[in-house]
């Protein structure tokens, strides 16, 4: 199967920055467009940022020449820096990659998600 383990989480004052980091593993053909969401305590998930497999960026508008997404083939992982935080971009965040896997002789298009990982800001 596939797994995402995402990492780089954790507590910054408003205006500090994080880098998270998202990386596959398991029986992977290829990966495709690799995500990035988030959901606040109360609030439905939301996406932040999208890269697809030929390197093209797109952002939702609140986080939008703060963050920056970026892939790195080799590792099959996928990076979100995050710079200028405010207390608004406070979440749980998740990757979600399109992946299509090795299923014995067979090629599946799968959608995964990870676990989550704590982003807290604080003044």
């Known amino acids: 199967q596939v797994q995402l383990v995402e990492s780089g989480g954790g507590l910054v004052q408003p205006g500090g920055s994080l880098r998270l980091s998202c990386a596959a593993s398991g029986s992977i053909f290829s990966i495709n467009a690799m995500g990035w969401y988030r959901q606040a305590p109360g609030k439905q998930r939301e996406w932040v940022a999208l890269i697809t497999s030929s390197s093209s960026t797109s952002y939702a508008d609140s986080v939008k020449g703060r963050f920056t997404i970026s892939r790195d083939n080799a590792k099959n992982t996928v990076y979100l820096q995050m710079n200028s935080l405010k207390p608004e971009d406070a979440a749980a965040y998740y990757c979600?990659?399109?992946?299509?896997?090795?299923?014995?002789?067979?090629?599946?298009?799968?959608?995964?998600w990870g676990q989550g990982t704590q982003v807290a800001v604080y003044s």
């Open positions: 979600n990659d399109d992946i299509t896997r090795n299923s014995g002789n067979y090629y599946i298009a799968d959608n995964f």
